[in-house]
């Protein structure tokens, strides 16, 4: 098991399913896009970091439950319709909105100490999402059991994170020079790379899911609990 073949298997699930994953994920991708660029809009320069959080937290925490349930069902070699996955995710937005939020501060936290205390903050959390979402563990105890899960594949899971991220971080960084200097660039322009950039990142969900797999105990199959 190494980053190398975590990805390797993670690009040929996303690139085999990107379609469902787009048709699963992007209306709520585009809608955050446009709430985003409707709230700087109306406030201009004014907006504040809390209200970038905030609409992300109505957003991301949907089409996220919404991809792990995809990955989790395709996993099992199920092939579930959309609608009923996006049906199964809306009960858990109210927990990963919870999770979002405390894991947004956690991150933000380590990061005010320094770039490393974030970092390690952020593979330590990493596997949160999917410990809420397919073991339906609360939020305080899905980080705590990240926390446990992630001890002693500390450099698989930051290898993973920055593999994907980081090249991530330096394509934003170059759009926005390329189309914010100097003034906002148009409204759907902005809307369109911030839409492409999102489902892109998507990558990354299906590339900690992998490891998360690899990495923690495997769970009861639900026709044996049941």
């Known amino acids: 098991m190494n980053v190398l073949t975590i990805l390797r298997d993670a690009w040929f699930f996303y690139s085999r399913n990107l379609a469902s994953i787009v048709r699963l994920c992007l209306p709520l991708i585009v809608l955050e896009s446009c709430t985003r660029l409707a709230v700087s809009h109306l406030f201009g320069k004014d907006v504040m970091p809390a209200q970038e959080l905030l609409i992300g937290l109505v957003f991301y925490p949907l089409y996220i439950a919404a991809l792990i349930l995809f990955l989790d069902a395709r996993s099992r070699g199920y092939a579930p319709p959309l609608r009923e996955v ?97 003034e906002n660039a148009p409204g759907p322009v902005a809307v369109l790379v911030d839409s492409v950039v999102g489902v892109v990142q998507l990558l990354a969900t299906v590339v900690l899911f992998r490891c998360f797999m690899l990495c923690s105990p495997p769970m009861i199959a639900r026709d044996e609990q049941s």
């Open 86 to 182: 996006m049906k199964r995710a809306l009960p858990l937005w109210p927990t990963m909105a919870v999770l979002a939020g405390l894991g947004t501060l956690l991150i933000m936290l380590g990061a005010s100490l320094f770039v490393l205390p974030g970092l390690w903050v952020m593979v330590k959390i990493a596997f949160a999402e999917y410990l809420l979402v397919l073991r339906g563990l609360s939020p305080l105890a899905a980080l705590k059991q990240s926390f446990l899960e992630t001890r002693g594949h500390f450099l698989l899971v930051l290898g993973c994170i920055m593999a994907v991220l980081l090249p991530l971080w330096l394509l934003e960084a170059w759009i926005a020079a390329q189309l914010w200097a100097g």
